[in-house]
């Protein structure tokens, strides 16, 4: 899971600021997942994304959430006017393929603080 | 709504002992079942995968799928406290075969 590049690795916001979420896919992965966990929670499906492309955004918040998989440069997970409750573990994972059974990776994850 | 249950823990078990970890789901059509490992405050690490019934062997590690009876275990042989993280169970398919549900993890210590 190394190869799936996550930054920043912690990050403090105050109430009502924005949070950036950067994620570089392993080499040769073009489809890429955002999962977010919240303390004592299990992971959640945020949303699947291609390159320039949103297949699935069923997990995500109605409001202030988007995410994007630009054709250059990393995925980016968006969280506007953040409050103490988007505050959790925001991981990313990336795939060759999407079929069922296909290996995901995950990222060393990006640690939210909304203070 | 699909679930993925795993027993609350945490799991206590003495060095050398069996680490039996277990889990359950909603979704008749999951097809694919997977274990994770997460380390506190660390990525969750797939240790194994398993897409039919039966058993699978990696190691000191087996998983058993049982999919009439929607369970899917873990065992861990000859326990080590490196082995001590919380176990995550996560299955897809059905509906969408790209989107993992999760249980929310057993806590699993291995006494030295």
């Known amino acids: 899971n190394a190869g799936v590049m996550q930054n920043p690795r912690h990050l403090v916001r105050r109430r009502g600021q924005e949070a950036r979420l950067r994620c570089s896919p392993m080499k040769g992965h073009s489809h890429v997942y955002w999962y977010r966990q919240l303390p004592e929670e299990g992971l959640k499906f945020m949303v699947y994304?291609?390159?320039?492309?949103?297949?699935?955004e069923s997990g995500m918040p109605k409001e202030r959430f988007s995410a994007e998989f630009p054709k250059e440069g990393p995925s980016i997970l968006r969280i506007q006017q953040v409050v103490r409750g988007d505050s959790a573990a925001y991981f990313c994972a990336s795939s060759q393929q999407a079929p069922a059974g296909n290996t995901i990776y995950f990222g060393e994850g990006s640690w939210l603080t909304v203070v | 709504q699909k679930e993925v249950e795993q027993n609350s823990g945490p799991l206590s078990v003495p060095e050398g002992a069996i680490a039996s970890l277990n889990c359950t789901y909603s979704?008749?059509?999951?097809?694919?079942f997977f274990w994770y490992r997460q380390y506190s405050g660390k990525s969750p690490e797939l240790i194994m995968s398993?897409?039919?019934?039966g058993d699978k062997e990696d190691g000191r590690f087996t998983a058993q799928l049982n999919k009439a009876s929607q369970y899917v275990s873990l065992l861990i042989r000859d326990s080590q406290p490196s082995d001590s993280a919380t176990y995550l169970c996560a299955v897809n398919g059905g509906g969408s075969n790209y989107k993992l549900t999760f249980g929310k993890g057993t806590l699993l210590t291995v006494n030295p």
């Open positions: 994304l291609q390159k320039e492309n949103i297949i699935d």
């Open positions: 398993i897409y039919s019934n």
């Open positions: 979704d008749r059509g999951s097809q694919s």
